[in-house]
C-alpha cells in the first residue's frame, strides 16, 4: 500500500510517500509530481521518512522531475534516513544527482539556499538588463 | 504456490501489481533461509527489478502479455536463496546489455539489471530473442 500527500507553495512542492513504491504504485506520483512541476513548483522535495521499498523505476521518475525541476532552473532533494533505501541511492550512482539527505530540516535548508542563490542571480541578471 | 522440498514456485500474471506478492514472498523465504536483515532488502530489490523488467519490457503491449505469468522458482538452504525469475516474452541477447558500471543513472535503460547485480552474489541471465528471459539469482549471508 502507498499512500502520497503532496503540497505545492511558493515555487516548492513537497511530496511525502509512504509505503512501498515500485512499477504499480509508482505512477501516480510520477503524474502528482509532473502536474505541480507543469505549473508553478520548480523546487522538489520528496520526504521518504515513512517509505518501506522503493526501486529502480521509482528512482527513475524521481530522475525525471529533478531534470524537469532543472529545466526550470530549480532542483530536487530527497529525505531519506533507512539503510536499506540508502543503499538502492547509493548503487545506483543517484544519491548525490537527487540530493540526498537525511532530515527534512537538511532538505529545507537546502531549498532555503538554492532559492536564495537562484534570487541572487535573478537580481543580478536584472541589474544587467537595466544598466 | 507450490512446494516441493525446499523447492517452491510461484506463478503471477505479467501485471505490476503483483509484484508486492512475489517480493513477499522472497522476505518470508530469505528469513527462512537465515539471511540477515540486510541481505532479504537486497533480494526484495533484486525480485522486485527481475519481474519490473517483465511487466515493462519483455511484451510489447498489454495485449500480448495478457495471459502470460512471470514463474519464480525459489531454492532454499541454510544462508542461502537462490530465485530464478523466468518469462515468456519477447527476450534480448544479453550481451546487448548496457556497461552501467561508472554510470550514474540518466535514464531506466538497464538500470533494474545493473541492481541486481549489484545486490546478488551470483546472478546467471539466459535469454535469446524470441526465447523469453529466465534471471537466477542467488544471495548468500548468513546471520
Known sequence: MMKAELTVCDEVVALVVSGELDAYTSPEVRDRLAEALEQDARWVLVDLTQTEFIDSFFLGILMGAGKRAGEKDGDITVVCHRDHLLITFHRSGTTELLNVVPTREQAEELIVGWKSASEDVGARCQEEENS | ?143
Do not use: W
Open chain 2, 1 to 143: 504456490m507450490s512446494a516441493q522440498g525446499d523447492r517452491i514456485t510461484l506463478s503471477i500474471p505479467v501485471n505490476a501489481k503483483f509484484i508486492a506478492a512475489a517480493r513477499l514472498l522472497t522476505a518470508g523465504l530469505a528469513a527462512r533461509a537465515n539471511l540477515t536483515v540486510e541481505a532479504v532488502e537486497d533480494l526484495k530489490i533484486a525480485v522486485s527489478e527481475a519481474c519490473t523488467n517483465v511487466t515493462e519490457h519483455a511484451f510489447a503491449n498489454e495485449a500480448e502479455a495478457r495471459n502470460k505469468t512471470i514463474q519464480l522458482t525459489f531454492h532454499v538452504a541454510d544462508g542461502e536463496l537462490t530465485v530464478e525469475v523466468e518469462d515468456e516474452g519477447r527476450g534480448f541477447d544479453p550481451k546487448h546489455l548496457p556497461d552501467m558500471k561508472n554510470k550514474p543513472l540518466d535514464n531506466d535503460t538497464g538500470i533494474g539489471v545493473y541492481l541486481i547485480q549489484e545486490m546478488m552474489d551470483e546472478v546467471k541471465i539466459e535469454s535469446a530473442p524470441g526465447s523469453g528471459t529466465k534471471i537466477i539469482m542467488t544471495k548468500r549471508c548468513a546471520r
